[in-house]
């Protein structure tokens, strides 16, 4: 069962295996592997350049089954086609202090979060591997291409991957899977500094202790859906992440999430990244002048505990002067219940510096500094393919701007005290 490039592990961690520990978790879920044989021959006049047929004169020799996703495949492994679904669904109820004529002091609702279609597999050879991720926006619910590349695998060391990624070098929360996250979903923090989902190509190499990225790309969020997309639309000349993984000691397999489970030994994890970019050149708005970003970060589990910090700066140069930018992200859990109650606690801090952002986005905050607390439970059915989380978040300075998939809200200027209670129910199958 046990793949180079396995759907639940992002296909960024070259040459980890399954860890077995996953299996468990969807065999609790979902019965046992379900395969067959057909026996299909190819036509015996296909067209020139068939590329199938081309290939391989048994082509249609396929098995087909369930293995962490319905998978449709040829028996000699060349060519695999692997379906999976993730459903996300939440309740929030946000409390912020603020005048009728701004809006509602108490907002709450259900929103579907994520309702995504995830297509994995590969073609002519197990080197040459594709994923998208089909995904519905959680507002209108329109469908719209989330991810999605093209990889090569040179060896089980050396991975090339083209396309619409998020960036697997910069912030370990954008790295982690949202499947996989501690919380409800990755933090405000996250969304301050994260350079989102880029378009470009990335080259990663692995070893048994390093792990190594360098990623070129259009700049941040430019494959985002919220952004124009085509290459004269763009508002970098270029960007280029380069980040560094470090196991100290420990299992790969155990950096692919922020859960401790009680059958996995210790490890510590230590990662270090930069991103620049350099704004359009000629560019009279200014949306995305120059800056550079850097990120470190610690990790550390134990049978059940963990524990993760994670730090970043934002230097950018404009022409209403340089902006500083800093924050702090902490959080712990501890399966009080092995591999079924997990409390957890998540500590943000962010530095504005007197904007939200750089560029041309970079308006004015009321508070240059912002403080948010968040206590929440996991429950897990099944690991990650069946879990429910509850989380109640507290600011205690104004929040600038808002990121609806934390449930933050953007507040009322000079009003601080915002709360926000949160609940999800995730099933990924």
Request: charged share 20%; net charge negative; proline share 4%.
């Amino acid at each position: 069962m046990a793949e180079t490039v396995e759907v639940l592990q992002d296909p960024a961690r070259i040459g980890q295996q399954t860890d077995p520990t996953f299996d468990q978790a969807w065999e609790a879920l979902v019965q046992p592997e379900v395969a067959s044989d057909l026996q299909v021959p190819c036509p015996d006049e296909s067209e020139p350049g068939d590329l199938a047929c081309d290939a391989d004169p048994g082509w249609l020799d396929l098995d087909a089954g369930y293995d962490h996703g319905f998978y449709l495949g040829t028996a000699d492994g060349n060519f695999k086609l692997r379906m999976l679904g993730l459903l996300q669904t939440r309740y929030y109820s946000n409390w912020r202090d603020i005048d009728a004529s701004v809006g509602d002091r108490l907002e709450a609702g259900f929103v579907l979060e994520r309702a995504s279609l995830i297509f994995t597999g590969n073609v002519l050879n197990p080197q040459l591997q594709y994923w998208f991720v089909l995904n519905g926006e959680r507002s209108s619910g329109t469908r719209f291409v989330e991810e999605a590349r093209i990889s090569y695998a040179f060896s089980d060391a050396l991975l090339m991957q083209i396309g619409r990624l998020r960036n697997p070098a910069f912030l370990r929360e954008l790295d982690i899977s949202y499947t996989r996250q501690l919380g409800i979903d990755r933090s405000y923090y996250h969304s301050v500094f994260s350079t989102g989902v880029l378009e470009g190509i990335t080259l990663t190499g692995q070893t048994p202790q390093f792990r190594l990225i360098g990623f070129l790309s259009d700049g941040r969020h430019s494959g985002s859906v919220s952004r124009t997309k085509d290459f004269f639309q763009d508002q970098t000349d270029f960007a280029l992440t380069v980040g560094g993984d470090w196991k100290l000691f420990g299992e790969w397999a155990q950096y692919g999430d922020f859960a401790s489970w009680a059958d996995e030994g210790p490890a510590l994890f230590a990662g270090l990244s930069m991103h620049y970019e350099h704004g359009e050149t000629h560019d009279v708005l200014g949306v995305d002048e120059d800056f550079i970003s850097w990120t470190a970060d610690l990790t550390y589990e134990n049978a059940g505990f963990m524990a993760f910090v994670s730090t970043v700066g934002r230097h950018a140069q404009q022409s209403r002067g340089n902006v500083d930018q800093t924050g702090v992200m902490m959080m712990s859990s501890y399966q009080v219940v092995p591999e079924k109650f997990e409390p957890y606690v998540r500590y943000e801090y962010v530095d504005f510096d007197g904007v939200i952002n750089t560029g041309a986005l970079a308006l004015p905050v009321s508070d240059s500094s912002l403080n948010v607390l968040s206590l929440g439970i996991n429950w897990y059915f099944a690991r990650h393919a069946c879990k429910w989380t509850t989380e109640v978040l507290h600011s205690f300075d104004p929040v600038p701007f808002t990121s609806a998939n934390t449930g933050l809200l953007a507040d009322q200027a000079g009003r601080d005290g915002q709360t926000v209670l949160g609940t999800q129910l995730q099933l990924f199958f």
